[in-house]
């Protein structure tokens, strides 16, 4: 008796932290190349709005990046809020000579996510 009570007491609080853990509703990578780091955010929710990407804590400055297309049409820079829904994703940018990459926080209306890079 006391073996089940312990065995069902373990299935509880498993399916109870399984429950209360959250993941992010998004994803991002980051591209280093010689001039810059490109940071893509992928929506992995839909109606994800991205308000804001911080790079190491507000010690680097990060803008977001225009496509090709929108050099082609002559259209202004992006601006926050960045409407996504699932699979959809948007670009940001830090010069290199700046700073190293290495917490990038990514702010939203489903709440703040921040990466840790070693």
Known sequence: MKKTLITLALIASTFTTQALAESAPMDISVETLPAQHNIKVTALA???KVTGIVMNRGNCDVKLAQT???LIQNKPRPRYPVALNYGQSTIAYALTYQCDVREITVQSNQG??????N
């Open 46 to 48: 839909n109606n994800l």
């Open 68 to 70: 090709r297309l929108q």
């Open 112 to 117: 703040d996510w921040t990466w840790t890079f």
